[in-house]
């Protein structure tokens, strides 16, 4: 396939998630809670996780919020990817989608799903956008305790 069709069907799929989304909404019961803010344009997600009883596995992951498609369908995409990975390993997909924003790295054949929004690193101003979810999950996934409502994360310092 080449790169021009390669790119329209990255677009394609980014635009099925935005338009989409199979994973907006809230998790029964919400384990953890966190908010999301990107203040360069204007990008919110409020970000709900469902754990195991251990605490250590990703049951679910929903989401909602308003921003542009590419941040909406970042974060419906990770929502995706999490199902019945451990905290650890989810946030090791984190550093993985960061290093791909940064174009290091890109993510295995086992999540090659998120390699999708590897073409957003060409585009220095909407890395923030697609980084946002991940940032928003970085921070509910280091919260400890009871679900609570957090204040605003941002990414803006990244």
Known sequence: MNTT??????????LEH???????????????????HNPSCGDTIELTLQLDPSG??????????EGC??????????????????VDEALELVKIFQG??????EFPQAQRKLNVMKGVAQFPVRIKCANLGW?????????????????FVTNETE
Not at 5 to 14: E, G, S, T
Not at 75 to 84: E, I, P, S
Request: net charge positive; hydrophobic share 40%; proline share 2%.
């Open 18 to 36: 935005y338009k989409k989304p199979k994973h907006r909404g809230k998790t029964n019961p919400i384990d953890r809670y966190q908010k999301g």
């Open 56 to 65: 250590e596995r990703i049951v679910d992951v929903q989401f909602e919020g």
């Open 100 to 105: 791909m924003m940064k174009g290091e790295t």
């Open 5 to 14: 069709n390669l790119r329209d069907l990255y677009q394609q799929v980014i």
């Open 69 to 86: 498609a590419i941040a909406m369908a970042s974060v419906d995409l990770m929502a995706g990817a999490l199902a019945g990975k451990s």
């Open 135 to 151: 940032h928003t999950l970085k921070a509910a996934l280091q919260l400890t305790g009871e679900a609570k409502l957090a204040d």
